[in-house]
Each structure stands twice: as C-alpha cells, then as structure tokens.
C-alpha cells in the first residue's frame, strides 16, 4: 500500500523554468513532510520541509506548499538551472512512530539550457 | 568532519551467502535507520533503532537482521533469506525526539551474482 503518490515520473523544464512536484498522501497522522534530493549514486540529500500547521515554507529557491484539506503537498524550484537535474522525492512520517520515513517514488527532473 | 559512513561503497556477493554492510555516524544522533532503494520503487524502511541496544522492523524487514551494540554503530546483515537482495542500501540517523531531520549516508550498492 503506497501511502505517498508523487507526480509526475519525470520532468523537462527549461532553465529559468519553474519545476513542481506533486505529491498526496493518505494518512492524516503524517505530520512532517521533507523532500530530498538525489544524485546519481549518492545518498539523498534533505533539501527542505514542512508541519502541517504552515501552508507555505521557502529556503533559497526552493518552496513547500502544503494543503492540508487535500492532503496535498507540493515542491516549486525558482529560476531552474542545470545543476538542479536530480532526482526528487517527497516523504511523510509521524514523529511519534519512531519518524520512520514514507517515502514517494521519486521524479527526475532535468533542466536543460 | 562529522557524518554518516556507509562501507563500502560497492559490495559483490554470491548468492546464498550472508553479507554484512557497515554504517557509522558521529553527529552523536540517538536514532539510526536503513532503508533500500530500487529502481522506481522510493526507499522502504527495512530496520530502525530510536536507542542502543534496541530495534525494530520497518515494511520490509523480512531476510534482513541488524545490532545496536554502540550508539555510532548500526550494521544491516542481509542473509540468504532475502530473495532479491541485489538493492541500494543507504543508512540515515537523527538527533533525539522532537527532531525530525534524517541525514543519509553516501550508500552501498549491493550486487548479488
């Protein structure tokens, strides 16, 4: 049972484009969210993260937007650049389980010139 | 410099054969996780440890054993239990409760023959 969807698989965006990153999950006790980054053959790297209790957080160019309602959450890259190509996943997890991580199945993004 | 050590880097093994991988960190964090990764699939919790000399099986704990001899120290045995063993292995740990920040190490790429 997959507790967090993440859309879309992949994505192709121009640099200076703005990427998003959907993802939705199901159980309403979740209530941390983080997105890491992925490089090829390295471990993912905590790139930012949200409560519930806040519908927006921003650190440099990368922006949380939290709908708690719908149970959405989404990741927004400002001013995209080649660097930014990875791999990008959304997790959930509830601090009094132990913070165990359920994550999303990732989206490869590519920014190209 | 502190961090998470995961050795090594890219492990061969014969099938039927048990493999131990190593993960050390030395942020003084009081929790310590093991995940896998496979293609399109996310990471899947396999054990975690909240205090030494204490543990607990995630999703897919199954052919998988672990120890938390020391507060530094989290082996992940994979036995010959395991049916598909050939995985990305990453390791992560995080400070005491009311943190919620995991940090991962750089990974083992475990390939079984």
């Known amino acids: ?113 | 410099d502190g961090g998470i050590t995961q050795s090594p880097k890219y492990l061969f093994r014969k099938e039927g054969q048990n493999v131990t991988l190593s993960c050390e960190q030395n942020l003084n964090h009081d929790a310590m996780y093991w995940y896998r990764q496979d293609p399109g699939q996310g990471l899947r919790l396999i054990y975690y440890s909240q205090i030494v000399n204490d543990f607990q099986k995630g999703d897919i704990a199954e052919g998988y054993s672990v120890s938390r001899e020391k507060k530094e120290s989290f082996p992940l045995t994979v036995t010959s239990a395991q049916k598909n063993p050939t995985a990305f292995y990453l390791c992560a740990s995080k400070a005491g409760t009311g943190v919620y920040e995991q940090f991962f190490g750089p990974g083992t790429r475990l390939t079984v023959l």
């Open chain 1, 1 to 113: 049972q997959q507790q967090v969807k993440q859309s879309p698989q992949s994505l192709i965006v121009q640099k200076g484009g703005i990427p998003i990153i959907n993802c939705a999950y199901e159980n309403t006790a979740f209530d941390y969210f983080p997105w890491y980054q992925q490089f090829p053959g390295k471990g993912p790297a905590l790139l930012i993260a949200i409560r519930p209790d806040v519908s927006e957080k921003k650190e440099g160019r990368f922006t949380i937007s939290f709908n708690k309602s719908a149970k959405q959450f989404s990741l927004h890259i400002m001013d995209s650049q080649p660097g930014d190509s990875a791999t990008y996943f959304c997790a959930a997890s509830i601090a009094g389980g132990g913070n165990k991580l359920t994550f999303g199945t990732g989206t490869q993004l590519k920014v190209e010139l």
